[in-house]
């Protein structure tokens, strides 16, 4: 990820409260094709949003959700992947929204991409039941109750689950898409367990991809792709290695982290 300092958005950020704006810097990502202001600190866009997006299976004219957006970072790198698809993000916390919306403008794709500021708990109206073809998430990672959220709110919101608990992440989704519309989420491979359960009433035809920090290494992260009302069993897919033995990521995850590629 390059940066290029700090930078405040132009949109969305001015109509906040005064006091209430959090410092930004301007990062690129998919090798500068999709430009992301964020917050200085706190919660910092990593490489999971990327590969969430990198794994979503659609096609042009279908409608996105992107719940838990953030500030945008995996509907804008769907986007750019991924011609003729509108998506909107849904987020509860208003700063990551401006952000968001800022996003869309400098990208030059707020024709198609929009920012939602809602809770999954109680969806805002313009959010109907089995309108979206697909659905992506990149939940709260931490259990609430079982880690110390962090004194920073913005990372607390974004990594330690609040009132909304991994199965209200599901039923959302399963709400909110049509029949046979598909769910992408990407989550800790030590919530797995907790992942094939949530899913079970809702999803079937489960696709698990375990990402490998580097060879003979215990997966940190896994995709997991279902489609809502499948009948399938769950299948676990060969590991996706990020990481050669020297740390540099690998050819493959290069491609998706800056050629943009589709995670197969």
Request: glycine residues 10%.
């Amino acid at each position: 990820m390059q940066r290029d300092g700090p930078a405040t958005p132009s949109s969305g950020i001015e109509d906040m409260p005064q006091g209430s704006i959090p410092a930004g810097t301007t990062d690129r990502v998919l090798d500068g094709r999709v430009v992301i202001t964020q917050p200085s600190d706190g919660y910092r866009v990593a490489i999971d949003p990327i590969f969430l997006a990198a794994a979503v299976e659609v096609q042009p004219g279908m409608r996105v959700l992107d719940l838990g957006c953030g500030v945008g970072t995996a509907a804008l790198c769907l986007a750019a992947r991924v011609a003729d698809i509108t998506v909107l993000g849904l987020d509860r916390e208003p700063v990551f929204l401006a952000f968001a919306k800022a996003n869309a403008l400098s990208n030059a794709c707020d024709a198609r991409v929009d920012f939602l500021l809602g809770d999954l708990l109680m969806p805002p109206a313009e959010l109907a039941p089995a309108s979206f073809d697909h659905v992506m998430a990149n939940p709260p990672y931490l259990k609430h109750g079982t880690a110390t959220p962090s004194a920073h709110p913005l990372k607390a919101a974004a990594t330690v689950e609040g009132a909304a608990d991994l199965q209200d992440w599901v039923d959302a989704a399963a709400r909110l898409l049509k029949p046979g519309g598909g769910l992408t989420m990407i989550h800790r491979a030590d919530r797995l367990a907790d992942l094939i359960a949530a899913l079970a009433p809702a999803f079937g035809d489960i696709r698990i991809l375990p990402l490998l920090p580097k060879a003979g290494l215990a997966p940190k992260r896994v995709v997991l792709r279902a489609l809502r009302g499948g009948t399938g069993a769950a299948v676990e897919q060969p590991g996706f290695l990020l990481h050669e033995t020297d740390g540099r990521f690998t050819a493959a995850a290069d491609k998706v982290l800056r050629g943009g590629a589709a995670l197969r």
